[in-house]
């Protein structure tokens, strides 16, 4: 018998990958959504956490750009 599951499959790169790893590896164990790490560059997860995933690279981008000072 096959088991299916739904997920998001996410297709980025290295650091990207690491960092959604390790916010996975931060959270109770109830709440990891990971369902499998293929390689590298590509996680499938589960489909209701695409918008905390969003959220999360959106506010690390953030902290992370570069401004030019005045």
Do not use: W
């Amino acid at each position: 018998m096959v088991n299916a599951i739904k997920g998001l499959y996410i297709t980025c790169d290295i650091p990207m990958a690491q960092f959604i790893i390790n916010m996975n590896a931060s959270l109770p164990q109830s709440h990891k959504f990971i369902i499998h790490v293929l390689d590298n560059a590509h996680i499938f997860v589960h489909s209701d956490v695409a918008g905390m995933i969003k959220s999360a690279i959106a506010t690390f981008r953030e902290q992370n750009t570069y401004e030019k000072p005045s």
